[in-house]
């Protein structure tokens, strides 16, 4: 069930948002006299209708849920108009009239970061003696690194629907991937307890992080339509709006400096980010920390100093996305390697491969690292016979003109926990029926990642009961409070664990039920298939006569139970800690062919080596997998989000903004599970996998580039993704790299 597929109660009445058609700028009059009188209307509401604090900002407050005074980005909410239709809603909005006064637009973080305008101030991870070790250096170069960000479309547009309860109370289903924040936020903008706001979540049709924390404000403005006007209140987003009002992936300018020693070890790193915020904070300080965290993806750099500016434009406030920073960290230093491997006059992956972390080694947040990074690189050169693709491509190079072949390694990393600590933490809710059936609530949201696959997979094996005997219940918060959002790629260890606490907790008192239903001691009982074992013998008590003798007997048949990551710790003021549970890492092998006289391209094969721990659910892993690499892919490529110098999304339309479909997948993923078994904060040892396959397509970008530097060793083409076929076009030839290049 989503949003949509929920029926509506008799008298629901619809929302929509008149939201301001420029950039920035401060309101000087608004009129909703003819939009309160349009057909069907039954209430315009704007910020100083709001009963509570017009504030919907969770880790700055610097968003308003309605513009009050001035406005920050095109397409920010000003004022709500409930009506009886959705047509009459939208229509009414159109009749809204404000007269803004424009002000300075600012859409380059650059820029911002010139102007000081932060969101926070900046951060500085460090480690080793940077000024020291360029002295050692044999190579140092430096250069720029950009990325673009990218629209989360995902199929279920944002929205939400609020129905008013008894006692005014309100409930309300949400597509979120953070249903407590749903509440809090509805709680503060209507002055309510958090006790009268109750959160449902049936299923997601994808979040991808955009609806982690962007989910709010819809919710908000339902609900401030319920307070108003006592009846159920439905918003749905259109695909228009959800692209121009919310915000996306961070796009990210990037200047770094390398060094390398005469063996092509790295030995220093300097790089500062300007990571281009939008309006307001958002989840962007979180995101500025995990791209420090991932400065140096999988390698081993003993003295770096890296720098992050959160730098506040006129754009809708960017947001969580798949990587949460990390790939823009990533990007960078592979632009870096790249750049020294050209100037140096070697292959990439020389560079790439000399300097994998190995166990042992820190991180620059001072976190040691247990890693798998030269096992995954190993395993992939040897199972995909690197030598024999590098002669394929080298013999087809050589044998065609207009087509030409590029290959590059990817090798990833990535920390798996919040990096905030206190959000490790999670809960879940077991309840045994008289039958034997059981039912298991949790904070995590089911989005199409295969979460409750995984909590139902915990659950019956703990159990040792069939699927069908297990329930996962929708996500609410009346079932479960103050939970995190699903998202971090820790859903499944969090929940799942707290899980595995809740069934175990209830397997013990069953066991001791049984061992005086048996005359034994608990110790000997064991349950397996739904029957009984005593002394590993079967014994005619099943599990759900078990299940009765217990509850004749007054024991509870429920259990809540808490997790929370053990071992993990960060401290700001040194920036240095261990802030994960574990890494996980892998190495990816991308082939792409370019059609020189078009620009266009296709990808022959991605071929991977993820480390996996014990995968729990290989097809649930294989899947995401599969979609994190073509979604990476697509960032890398060819999705181009445009805002014009007024801060207009251009990209406003799927017409416009292009995203991989069925053709433009890879012709082969293949994908190797390494296996290891010692990663005990993982559910079950299974390693998250919800995040890191999408860093893999970070590879698409430098294949590309070695395609065209076949074609043309002289381009130099510049490290501003996404390499879309234009950009492959103009770095084709000689002389237009150079134009290019002053204009990007
Ligand atoms: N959200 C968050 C995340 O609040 N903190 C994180 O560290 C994170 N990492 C990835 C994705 N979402
Ligand atoms: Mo996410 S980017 O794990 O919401």
Same mark, same amino acid.
């Given at each position: 069930?989503?949003?949509?597929?929920?029926?509506?109660? @008799?008298?629901?009445?619809?929302?929509?948002?008149?939201? #301001?058609? %420029?950039?920035?700028?401060?309101? +000087?009059?608004?009129?909703?006299?003819?939009?309160?009188?349009?057909?069907?209307?039954?209430?315009?509401?704007?910020?100083?209708?709001? &009963?509570?604090?017009?504030?919907?900002?969770?880790?700055?407050?610097?968003?308003?849920?309605?513009?009050?005074?001035?406005?920050? *980005?095109?397409?920010?909410?000003?004022?709500?108009?409930?009506?009886?239709?959705?047509?009459?809603?939208?229509?009414?909005?159109?009749?809204?009239?404000?007269?803004?006064?424009?002000?300075?637009?600012?859409?380059?973080?650059?820029?911002? =970061?010139?102007?000081?305008?932060? /969101?926070?101030?900046?951060?500085?991870?460090?480690?080793?003696?940077?000024?020291?070790?360029?002295?050692?250096?044999?190579?140092?170069?430096?250069?720029?690194?950009?990325?673009?960000?990218?629209?989360?479309?995902?199929?279920?547009?944002?929205?939400?629907?609020?129905?008013?309860?008894?006692?005014?109370?309100?409930?309300?289903?949400?597509?979120?991937?953070?249903? !407590?924040?749903?509440?809090?936020?509805?709680?503060?903008?209507?002055?309510? &307890?958090?006790? $009268? /706001?109750?959160?449902?979540?049936?299923?997601?049709?994808?979040?991808?992080?955009?609806?982690?924390?962007?989910?709010?404000?819809?919710?908000?403005?339902?609900?401030?339509?319920?307070?108003?006007?006592?009846?159920?209140?439905?918003?749905?987003?259109? $695909?228009?709006?959800?692209?121009?009002?919310?915000?996306?992936?961070?796009?990210?300018?990037?200047?770094?400096?390398?060094?390398?020693?005469?063996?092509? =070890?790295?030995?220093?790193?300097?790089?500062?980010?300007?990571?281009?915020?939008?309006?307001?904070?958002?989840?962007?300080?979180?995101?500025?920390?995990?791209?420090?965290?991932?400065?140096?993806?999988?390698?081993?750099? &003993?003295?770096?100093?890296?720098?992050?500016?959160?730098?506040?434009?006129?754009?809708?406030?960017?947001?969580?996305?798949?990587? *949460?920073?990390?790939?823009?960290?990533?990007?960078? /230093?592979?632009?870096?390697?790249?750049?020294?491997?050209?100037?140096?006059?070697?292959?990439?992956?020389?560079?790439?491969?000399?300097?994998?972390?190995?166990?042992?080694?820190?991180?620059?947040?001072?976190? #040691?690292?247990?890693?798998?990074?030269?096992?995954?690189?190993?395993?992939?050169?040897?199972?995909?016979?690197?030598?024999?693709? $590098?002669?394929?491509?080298?013999?087809?190079?050589?044998?065609?003109?207009?087509?030409?072949?590029?290959?590059?390694?990817?090798? +990833?990393?990535?920390?798996?926990?919040?990096?905030?600590?206190?959000?490790?933490?999670? @809960?879940?809710?077991?309840?045994?029926?008289?039958?034997?059936?059981?039912?298991?609530?949790?904070?995590?949201?089911?989005?199409?990642?295969? %979460?409750? !696959?995984?909590?139902?997979?915990?659950?019956?094996? /703990?159990?040792?009961?069939?699927?069908?005997?297990?329930?996962?219940?929708?996500?609410?918060?009346?079932?479960?409070?103050?939970?995190?959002?699903?998202?971090?790629?820790? !859903?499944?260890?969090?929940?799942?664990?707290?899980?595995?606490?809740?069934?175990?907790?209830?397997?013990?008192?069953?066991?001791?039920?049984?061992?005086?239903?048996?005359?034994?001691?608990?110790?000997?009982?064991?349950?397996?298939?739904?029957?009984?074992?005593?002394?590993?013998?079967?014994?005619?008590?099943?599990?759900?006569?078990?299940?009765?003798?217990?509850?004749?007997?007054?024991?509870?048949?429920?259990?809540?139970?808490?997790?929370? !990551?053990?071992?993990?710790?960060?401290?700001?003021?040194?920036?240095?800690?261990?802030?994960?549970?574990?890494?996980?890492?892998?190495?990816? %092998?991308?082939?792409?062919?370019?059609?020189?006289?078009?620009?266009?391209?296709?990808?022959?094969?991605?071929?991977?080596?993820?480390?996996?721990?014990?995968?729990?659910? &290989?097809?649930?892993?294989?899947?995401?997998?599969?979609?994190?690499?073509?979604?990476?892919?697509?960032?890398?490529?060819?999705?181009?989000?445009?805002?014009?110098?007024?801060?207009?999304? $251009?990209?406003?339309?799927?017409?416009?903004?292009?995203?991989?479909?069925?053709?433009?997948?890879?012709?082969?993923?293949?994908?190797?599970?390494?296996?290891?078994?010692?990663?005990?904060?993982?559910?079950? @040892?299974?390693?998250?996998?919800?995040?890191?396959?999408?860093?893999?397509?970070?590879?698409? *970008?430098?294949?590309?580039?070695?395609?065209?530097?076949?074609?043309?060793?002289?381009?130099?083409?510049?490290?501003?993704?996404?390499?879309?076929?234009?950009?492959?076009?103009?770095?084709?030839?000689?002389?237009?790299?150079?134009?290019?290049?002053?204009? %990007?």
């Amino acid at each position: 069930m989503y949003l949509d597929d929920i029926p509506l109660q @008799r008298g629901t009445l619809f929302a929509a948002v008149y939201d #301001s058609p %420029i950039a920035h700028g401060k309101i +000087i009059s608004l009129d909703i006299n003819e939009a309160s009188q349009s057909p069907g209307v039954i209430k315009v509401i704007a910020a100083k209708d709001i &009963p509570g604090e017009n504030q919907i900002g969770g880790i700055v407050p610097d968003e308003e849920l309605l513009a009050h005074e001035h406005v920050h *980005f095109c397409g920010m909410p000003i004022v709500l108009v409930i009506a009886e239709t959705e047509e009459f809603a939208r229509e009414a909005a159109k009749k809204v009239k404000a007269v803004i006064e424009p002000l300075h637009v600012i859409t380059d973080p650059r820029e911002a =970061k010139a102007k000081n305008e932060l /969101i926070i101030p900046p951060r500085t991870f460090r480690c080793g003696d940077v000024a020291q070790a360029w002295k050692e250096c044999q190579h140092v170069f430096s250069g720029r690194a950009d990325s673009n960000g990218q629209e989360h479309l995902y199929i279920e547009t944002q929205g939400a629907y609020a129905i008013p309860m008894e006692n005014n109370s309100i409930r309300i289903f949400s597509s979120t991937q953070g249903p !407590t924040a749903v509440q809090r936020c509805c709680a503060r903008v209507l002055g309510y &307890p958090m006790h $009268r /706001i109750e959160v449902d979540v049936t299923r997601l049709g994808g979040g991808f992080g955009g609806k982690e924390d962007q989910a709010n404000a819809w919710a908000a403005l339902c609900a401030l339509g319920v307070h108003h006007v006592k009846r159920p209140v439905k918003f749905s987003l259109h $695909r228009m709006e959800d692209m121009r009002m919310t915000g996306k992936r961070h796009p990210y300018s990037s200047d770094y400096k390398i060094g390398l020693d005469k063996n092509l =070890k790295i030995i220093a790193y300097e790089v500062d980010f300007y990571q281009n915020a939008g309006a307001a904070a958002d989840l962007s300080p979180a995101v500025l920390e995990r791209t420090l965290f991932h400065c140096t993806n999988s390698y081993f750099i &003993p003295n770096v100093r890296a720098t992050a500016y959160s730098c506040r434009t006129h754009l809708p406030p960017n947001t969580a996305f798949r990587g *949460f920073g990390g790939p823009q960290g990533m990007f960078v /230093i592979e632009s870096a390697i790249a750049k020294a491997a050209e100037e140096i006059g070697v292959h990439p992956d020389e560079i790439q491969k000399k300097n994998l972390i190995q166990t042992g080694d820190k991180f620059p947040y001072g976190q #040691s690292a247990v890693s798998d990074a030269v096992e995954c690189w190993n395993e992939a050169e040897k199972i995909y016979d690197v030598r024999k693709i $590098r002669k394929e491509v080298e013999t087809f190079n050589s044998k065609n003109f207009l087509f030409k072949k590029g290959m590059a390694f990817i090798p +990833i990393c990535f920390g798996i926990s919040f990096t905030k600590t206190l959000m490790n933490q999670a @809960r879940a809710l077991v309840h045994i029926y008289t039958d034997g059936s059981v039912s298991v609530a949790t904070g995590a949201v089911e989005m199409g990642q295969g %979460i409750n !696959t995984k909590i139902l997979q915990v659950a019956s094996k /703990i159990f040792s009961l069939s699927p069908a005997k297990v329930r996962i219940q929708p996500t609410s918060t009346d079932k479960i409070a103050n939970t995190s959002p699903s998202a971090a790629s820790s !859903t499944a260890d969090l929940n799942g664990k707290a899980t595995m606490m809740a069934c175990e907790k209830l397997l013990e008192r069953l066991k001791q039920r049984a061992a005086e239903e048996l005359k034994t001691t608990p110790e000997k009982i064991s349950i397996k298939d739904e029957f009984v074992y005593s002394n590993d013998e079967k014994t005619k008590l099943t599990w759900k006569d078990l299940v009765m003798l217990t509850y004749v007997s007054r024991i509870s048949l429920s259990e809540h139970a808490h997790y929370a !990551t053990p071992e993990i710790n960060f401290d700001l003021t040194k920036e240095k800690g261990h802030p994960f549970a574990y890494h996980v890492y892998g190495t990816a %092998i991308l082939i792409a062919t370019i059609d020189c006289l078009r620009g266009t391209y296709e990808f022959d094969a991605v071929k991977v080596v993820h480390d996996i721990g014990s995968g729990m659910s &290989p097809m649930v892993d294989l899947g995401q997998c599969e979609g994190g690499i073509v979604q990476g892919i697509g960032w890398m490529t060819m999705e181009e989000i445009v805002y014009d110098k007024d801060g207009r999304l $251009r990209s406003n339309a799927l017409s416009t903004y292009k995203v991989p479909d069925v053709y433009s997948v890879p012709k082969e993923i293949s994908v190797k599970f390494l296996e290891n078994d010692n990663n005990n904060l993982a559910v079950f @040892r299974s390693k998250a996998v919800g995040e890191p396959p999408l860093m893999y397509g970070i590879g698409a *970008f430098f294949a590309l580039r070695n395609a065209i530097k076949a074609f043309n060793p002289a381009a130099r083409p510049v490290f501003s993704s996404p390499m879309t076929p234009e950009k492959v076009l103009m770095s084709l030839h000689k002389k237009p790299v150079a134009e290019v290049q002053k204009t %990007i």
